[in-house]
Structures are given as structure tokens and as C-alpha cells.
């Protein structure tokens, strides 16, 4: 029952260190996201991946790169941390394409020093 | 641009008692309306959609919530509080016209009091 699993939960980093966040889903879902929650800001949505083998930005795409490997995997990378990246980072995944988030990985909280 | 405004951050009420959270949405032309709830460290649980047709909505756990367009908004409730509803509670539209993308509230943390 594993669902949308994300590595690593919890994760420290230097100001200018890169780091790629991984997420997996086993529910053969088209459509996957990342997002990241700040305080009193909600979700904000960073990329989405309507498809294997396409992305596309969201609201705040700066600072990150994805990449959609296959149809279950869907990672994020920060080439070059900054602290205003410090925030709580959610992947998540839908069954139809385009269609709005359905499951919701439990998060990777990140810390940029 | 569409938008999403909860009212009031946190909301306490008693065991049992009636739960009102508040959302009201900016939008041109009718959206699609959602509520997810979010148990601590743990990602988000739709509650409930709205898309078209009966503007009552009825989700999981016992909650509902009503589309009203005069209004703008569409309010979570449920008639009876139990402990384990304390959460925080995201609302959200997302509209065609924009790719179907999320756009959420800032969230209202609801604490339930014994």
C-alpha cells in the first residue's frame, strides 16, 4: 500500500549544495507534481509532468529542474540551494493526465543553511 | 488570475460540536472547488470535488460542502466534531483556462477541543 514515496523525509543543506529529491508512485498514475507548502502560503505547484516524457512549469519553477525517468518516477533537483528553498516539498501523483492531484507523498522537509 | 481566501487560520471547536471552515474563491467563470485535508507530517487527502451538477458536495469523514456562485465560495462543514478532524484543511480551485492547475488557500488549522 505504498502508494507516492518520497526520499528522503528530511534533508540539511549548505547554501549553493545541490540535491535531488526523489519520488516514486505504484499506481501506473499518468500525471504527476511537485510542489512545495510554506508557512501561510498553502501549496504552491513547481512542475508537473502531465505524461512520461514531458514536464512543464508551474507557479515558482525557479531555482529547480525535473526530470520524469519513467512513468513512476519523478524527481526534483536544486542545482544550487538557496536558503529562500527552505520549505516542506510534496510529490504528488493523478491517474489522468492533467487531472488534479489524487495522492500525496508524506513530504521531504528541507532546510538550506 | 484565479485565487483562493480561507478565513481565519486556525478554528477551535469543541467535540461535537458543528465544524464551519470558510473558503472564498475569485474566479471569472465557474471553477472546479476542492477541499484536502492534511494530517500532521503527512501529505494531502482530497476530501471532496466540486466539478458541475448538485452544488452539495458530499466527501469522506462526514464532511460536506456547498458551491454557492452568488457567493463565491464554497465552505467545508460538518455537523459533528470528532478529535481525530483536527487537521489543517486546504482549499482549492483550478480551472481549465489554466491548465487545470491547483491553485490553494493558505490553510486553517482546526483543533478540536475534548
Known amino acids: 500500500n505504498a502508494g507516492v514515496t518520497q526520499t528522503p523525509k528530511f534533508q540539511v543543506l549548505k547554501t549553493g549544495q545541490s540535491m535531488t529529491l526523489q519520488c516514486a508512485q505504484d499506481?501506473?498514475?499518468?500525471?504527476m507534481y511537485w510542489y512545495r507548502q510554506d508557512p501561510g502560503m498553502g501549496l504552491r505547484l513547481i512542475y508537473y509532468s502531465a505524461s512520461e516524457g514531458t514536464t512543464d512549469k508551474g507557479e515558482v519553477p525557479n531555482g529547480y529542474n525535473v526530470s520524469r525517468l519513467n512513468k513512476r518516477e519523478f524527481s526534483l533537483r536544486l542545482e544550487s540551494a538557496a536558503p529562500s528553498q527552505t520549505s516542506v516539498y510534496f510529490c504528488?501523483?493523478?491517474?489522468?493526465?492533467?487531472?488534479?492531484?489524487?495522492?500525496f507523498g508524506d513530504g521531504t522537509r528541507l532546510s538550506i543553511l | 488570475a484565479q485565487s483562493v481566501t480561507q478565513l481565519g487560520s486556525h478554528v477551535s471547536v469543541s467535540e461535537g460540536a458543528l465544524v464551519l471552515l470558510r473558503c472564498n474563491y475569485s474566479?471569472?467563470?465557474?471553477?472546479?472547488l476542492f477541499w484536502y485535508v492534511q494530517y500532521p507530517n503527512q501529505g494531502l487527502q482530497l476530501l471532496l470535488k466540486y466539478t458541475t451538477g448538485a452544488t452539495l458536495v458530499k466527501g469522506i469523514n462526514g464532511f460536506e460542502a456547498e458551491f454557492k456562485k452568488s457567493e463565491t465560495s464554497f465552505h467545508l462543514t460538518k455537523p459533528s466534531a470528532h478529535m481525530s478532524d483536527a487537521a489543517e484543511y486546504f482549499c482549492a480551485v483550478s480551472q481549465m483556462e489554466y491548465g487545470n492547475k491547483l491553485v490553494f488557500g493558505a490553510g486553517t488549522i482546526l483543533r478540536v477541543k475534548s
Open positions: 474566479s471569472s467563470v465557474p471553477p472546479y
Open positions: 499506481m501506473n498514475h499518468n500525471s
Open positions: 504528488a501523483s493523478s491517474a489522468q493526465t492533467s487531472a488534479q492531484p489524487q495522492h
